[in-house]
């Protein structure tokens, strides 16, 4: 299953609104992750099952969608949140992420 | 707290063996839980590379299969990740991860940069 991203960057400013695409070569119900990596990290997971937290993400992040698309939501834009997201469907082996949205300052 | 460590040689000549270990604390790797590993080459996205269950049983990404081997260690809490006959193509940054049942990733290691050089 290949798995697109749009933007693939975008520029925004502390207090916006952030909402990053993720869409599937075919449907895979709501088996879709989230992940954030800040430069130099390792990733850190985001969401599940499209719209679940986990443990200890801010309630900024929210997620959405079903079948082959989906979307990212940051609702206010934090100085922490400057980084690449990437999504996973874990739908079908082989797992296979996004190319990844690059989030940076305006 | 769940952790987890990647360790292993930071160089490997080319057509030679990879061999990495993930050593886990806080949690049993003989647990119900899915355990892998996931590269990133450098300035490029990730890659699944494979998994595996408590077990034993392994699901590899087929673009890799014919090289890869991964396997637990009970007895020291750890899981490895072999790669045969590398290339340059093989450089990259080495996460090993934790995964539940339904396959949702919950932890990362650090990650650990494999470069592949003569």
């Known amino acids: 299953i290949q798995m697109t991203q749009s933007p693939s960057s975008l520029s925004a400013s502390v207090g916006d609104r952030v909402t990053i695409t993720c869409r599937a070569s075919?449907?895979?119900?709501?088996?879709l992750a989230w992940f954030q990596q800040r430069p130099g990290k390792a990733p850190k997971s985001l969401i599940y099952?499209?719209?679940s937290l986990q443990s200890g993400v801010p309630s900024r992040f929210s997620g959405s969608g079903s079948g082959t698309d989906f979307t990212l939501t940051i609702s206010s834009l934090q100085p922490e949140d400057f980084a690449t997201y990437y999504c996973?469907?874990?739908?079908?082996?082989?797992?296979?992420f996004g190319p990844g949205t690059k989030v940076d300052i305006k | 707290q769940v952790q987890l460590q990647e360790s292993g040689p930071g160089l490997v000549k080319p057509s030679e063996t990879l061999s990495l270990t993930c050593t886990v604390s806080?949690?049993?790797?003989?647990?119900?839980?899915?355990w892998g590993w996931i590269r990133q080459p450098p300035g490029k996205g990730l890659e699944w590379i494979g998994s595996?269950?408590?077990?034993?049983?392994?699901f590899y990404n087929p673009s890799l299969e014919s090289r890869v081997t991964i396997s637990l260690d009970t007895s020291k809490n750890q899981f490895s990740l072999r790669l045969n006959s590398v290339t340059a193509a093989d450089t990259a940054v080495y996460y090993c991860?934790?995964?539940?049942?339904?396959?949702?990733?919950?932890?990362w290691g650090q990650g650990t940069l494999v470069s592949v050089s003569s």
């Open positions: 075919q449907a895979i119900s709501n088996y």
């Open positions: 099952a499209a719209s």
């Open positions: 996973q469907q874990y739908n079908i082996h082989p797992f296979t």
């Open positions: 806080g949690y049993s790797v003989s647990s119900d839980h899915y």
């Open positions: 991860a934790r995964a539940d049942t339904a396959m949702i990733i919950r932890s």
């Open positions: 595996i269950f408590h077990t034993g049983s392994t």
